[in-house]
Structure formats: structure tokens, C-alpha cells
């Protein structure tokens, strides 16, 4: 049995968060970026961003450099909540079903595993990531329009408040739906991208192993989950007037803007999204696991 096997779930489910949270830091302005472009043109309205470079350089020259990490706190709170459930839950499960010679699962068990620890997180993380949706886009609408959250904890507040509590969830669906293509790619990609490093002999497991892991995982994870996440973005963002909302559904967002914006526009932001996906993707593993060995190292085995 490894030593990671050994290390408690509480503690697994913590480092989980902790991972997610460091790569969070490094990663808001991109994510920030990737929002206010999947909004940018909606509609079929003229698209206010052409580059994540003109998207870069709009918000720092109307919102200064801040501007550029509004949503933080509800960001540092979506991983708090997503991340450290869904890597506990997966990892948890990929060791309950490795065998006892310490062979990992066979590929569908373990897209099963990412689909239940997607499908989990993303409900538990959904009131934080609506408002990181809101909190992001905010500075893209004109003044009279905007919601001006002060925080994470302000923003549930408020939309409990104003919009009632079933709207902290509104999105569930989509947000599920990303979630479980997000963890299928991501999770599952990485432990095979590197198993199949590994034995290759030109890798050790170490922080470049992990890196090359990483990267082709976050390329992977772009390109499927892009649609269903632009589709996510505009449902949680969207405003309800007179009691009608703007889109019916994830089926009703798509099909508005396949028409009205064309096909490619699924993937509006594709390089803010890999840009962010793929270096959180890096930290986030390396984080965790630096912390999986730290604690083997200082905890389990203190005297090697």
C-alpha cells in the first residue's frame, strides 16, 4: 500500500482545498479575463473585447489593476467548497478501488469516480460560483446596472435576499454538467498522462513529470468543457425582468447563441479559459501533491 494511501481523508479533503485555493491566487485575472469575454457580444451585440489582451487592457484602464482581482473572495470560496470536495471525494474513491498491489483502477472506474466527484463538488460550490460569475462580470456593465457585491459573503446575502435562496443554485444543472466533463478530463487525463510518463523511464515522479501532466490535462479539459461552461456563465449571470428570465435553460443559452454569435463562439475565451485552466491545473497538482508528500514525509514516515 503507498504511503498516500495512508494519509487520513480529512486530511486529503483539506489539501484538496488548499491546492485549489494556492492556484486560485495566481489564476483570478485569467478567470476574470475568460468571464468577461464569454459575455462580451451576447446576444449578438457587438463584442466589447477582440483579445484577451484588449479584454486585459480595458479592465486595467477603467478598473486599475485591482480590477483585475474582483471576485477573489468568491473565488478563494468556490475552491474552499468545490475542490476540496471533489478532489477528497476522487481520490478517496480512486484508492478505495485501486487494487491491493497498489494498481490504479481500470479507465472507467475511474471516469466514475471523477463523475461522482464533479456531480458533488460543483452542487456544494454552486452559491460561491455564481457569485464569482457576478462579482467578475460586474465591471463590464454600465454603472446603473451593476450589483457592486462587496464580498462573497455579501453577495449570498444579497441574493438570498433579493432574489431568494433557490437562486444561489441557479445554474445547478450546467454547472453539474461542467463540473462532471471537467473531472472526467482533468483528473482522469492527469493520472493517465502520467502513468503513461512514468513508465516511459525519461520521467521521475517529480515536479516536471507533474508539470507535462498538467498541461496536456488543462488542453484536454478547454476543449470539452467550454461550451457547457459559456453556457453556465451567462444562465448565472443573467437578470430577471418583469419575472421573465433571459435564457429558459442550458439547451436555450446554446441554441441563442450558436445562432446568433455562430458555433465557434462556444468557445469564446478559449485563451483566457487555457490560460487559466492549465497553470491552476499545474499549481493545483503540484500543491497537492507537495502537500501529500510533506505529510507523508513529516508525519508518517519522520525518521526516513
Known amino acids: 500500500m503507498s504511503s498516500n494511501q495512508n494519509i487520513p481523508k480529512p486530511v486529503k479533503f483539506a489539501f484538496g482545498g488548499l491546492s485549489g485555493m494556492g492556484a486560485t491566487v495566481f489564476v483570478q485575472p485569467l478567470d476574470l479575463l475568460k468571464n468577461r469575454m464569454q459575455l462580451s457580444g451576447e446576444g449578438g451585440a457587438a463584442r466589447a473585447h477582440r483579445t484577451v489582451f484588449h479584454a486585459g487592457l480595458s479592465v486595467i484602464k477603467s478598473e486599475g489593476v485591482p480590477g483585475l482581482y474582483k471576485g477573489l473572495s468568491?473565488?478563494?470560496?468556490?475552491?474552499?467548497?468545490?475542490?476540496?470536495?471533489?478532489?477528497?471525494?476522487?481520490?478517496?474513491?480512486?484508492?478505495?478501488?485501486?487494487?491491493?498491489?497498489?494498481?490504479?483502477?481500470?479507465?472507467?472506474?475511474?471516469?466514475?469516480?471523477?463523475?461522482?466527484?464533479?456531480?458533488?463538488?460543483?452542487?456544494?460550490?454552486?452559491?460561491?460560483?455564481?457569485?464569482?460569475?457576478?462579482?467578475?462580470?460586474?465591471?463590464?456593465l454600465p454603472v446603473d446596472k451593476r450589483r457592486n457585491y462587496k464580498g462573497v459573503l455579501n453577495a449570498v446575502s444579497r441574493i438570498t435576499k433579493e432574489e431568494g435562496v433557490l437562486t444561489l443554485w441557479r445554474g445547478c444543472g450546467p454547472t453539474m454538467g461542467r463540473a462532471m466533463v471537467v473531472n472526467i478530463a482533468q483528473l482522469v487525463t492527469y493520472s493517465s498522462v502520467k502513468e503513461k510518463l512514468l513508465v516511459t523511464g525519461y520521467f521521475n515522479d517529480n515536479i516536471m513529470c507533474h508539470f507535462v501532466s498538467s498541461m496536456i490535462s488543462g488542453l484536454v479539459t478547454t476543449v470539452a468543457s467550454m461550451p457547457v461552461d459559456i453556457c453556465k456563465t451567462r444562465i448565472q449571470n443573467m437578470k430577471v425582468i418583469n419575472g421573465v428570465p433571459e435564457y429558459k435553460g442550458a439547451v436555450d443559452v446554446f441554441m441563442k447563441t450558436v445562432r446568433s454569435e455562430g458555433v465557434l463562439s462556444l468557445w469564446k475565451g478559449f485563451t483566457p479559459y487555457y490560460a487559466r485552466i492549465g497553470p491552476h491545473t499545474v499549481l493545483m497538482f503540484i500543491f497537492l501533491e507537495q502537500l501529500n508528500k510533506g505529510y507523508v514525509k513529516n508525519f508518517i514516515h519522520p525518521k526516513e
Open 74 to 140: 468568491a473565488g478563494l470560496a468556490r475552491q474552499l467548497l468545490y475542490t476540496t470536495t471533489r478532489v477528497g471525494i476522487y481520490t478517496t474513491l480512486f484508492e478505495h478501488f485501486s487494487g491491493e498491489d497498489g494498481s490504479p483502477p481500470g479507465f472507467f472506474t475511474k471516469a466514475g469516480c471523477a463523475l461522482t466527484a464533479g456531480a458533488i463538488g460543483s452542487f456544494c460550490g454552486t452559491p460561491a460560483e455564481i457569485s464569482l460569475i457576478r462579482m467578475t462580470a460586474d465591471g463590464g
